[in-house]
């Protein structure tokens, strides 16, 4: 079947799971990793990546469904999302579009911390927009029980994505904390944490 991404860790291909088309993810083996190590981490990834993913959804916070996860291939066949990438979507979005999507965005995170978990890799990378949502894709580092301090991370890791590009990005940022202290009662704590993060990486 066609291999249609190929990232550090994985390969992104189309297949077929009862009659429909679907995603799977294959974790592919790493040759500078020791055999079993190597296998138990794949299988390891790929099972918190598909817990995750219906835990998400299942707080409502928009996921590819799954439909089957194979720890020995360390593969996960999902439900594709099809739509832009928000790092490409940000690019040409107009005003208000931006600001539906940085809404959504804060709105999301905050649900997926409030319910006590976390991302993990919080890039525009991992965020597809569709109908008017925003799907997030790609949560094998993400964790269940998380702490503010993980929380943090995952804010710190959004504001640099929004900070690196022009001005109006960094509006965006500021919408997203926004919609994500009114959705999550503890947001504020963790925009603090934010603070402290970036403070000791300064120093450092
Ligand atoms: N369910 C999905 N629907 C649509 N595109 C997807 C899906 N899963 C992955 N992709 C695409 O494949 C790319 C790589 O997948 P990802 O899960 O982010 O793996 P990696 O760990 O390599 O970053 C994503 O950036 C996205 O473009
Ligand atoms: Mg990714």
Redesign the pocket.
Same mark, same amino acid.
């Given at each position: 079947m066609s291999v @249609?991404?190929r990232?550090?860790?994985?390969e992104?291909r189309r297949d077929e799971f009862m009659g429909r088309q679907v995603?799977v993810?294959s974790r592919v083996p790493k040759s500078y990793r020791h055999p079993t190590l190597d296998q138990s981490l794949r299988a390891h990834r790929t099972r918190v990546e598909a817990k995750l993913l219906q835990e998400a959804r299942a707080c409502g916070v928009p996921t590819?469904v799954v439909y089957d996860i194979d720890t020995t291939k360390a593969e996960i066949w999902?439900?594709? @999302?099809?739509?832009p990438?928000v790092k490409d979507a940000l690019q040409t979005a107009g005003p208000e579009e931006m600001r539906a999507m940085a809404e959504e965005i804060g709105r999301m995170v905050g649900r997926l911390h409030s319910h006590g978990m976390t991302h993990g890799?919080l890039t525009t990378?991992?965020m597809?927009l569709r109908d008017g949502r925003v799907?997030f894709?790609?949560l094998?580092l993400g964790s269940k029980a998380a702490s503010l301090e993980e929380m943090g991370v995952d804010m710190h890791l959004l504001r640099e994505a929004f900070q690196s590009a022009h001005s109006d990005l960094m509006r965006a940022y500021d919408i997203i904390t926004d919609a994500y202290v009114r959705e999550y009662e503890r947001g504020k704590e963790v925009l603090a944490k934010v603070r402290d993060i970036e403070e000791r990486g300064r120093y450092s």
């Open positions: @249609i991404r990232g550090a860790e994985a992104i995603l993810k590819p999902m439900q594709e @999302i099809v739509g990438r890799d990378s991992n597809i799907w894709i790609d094998s």
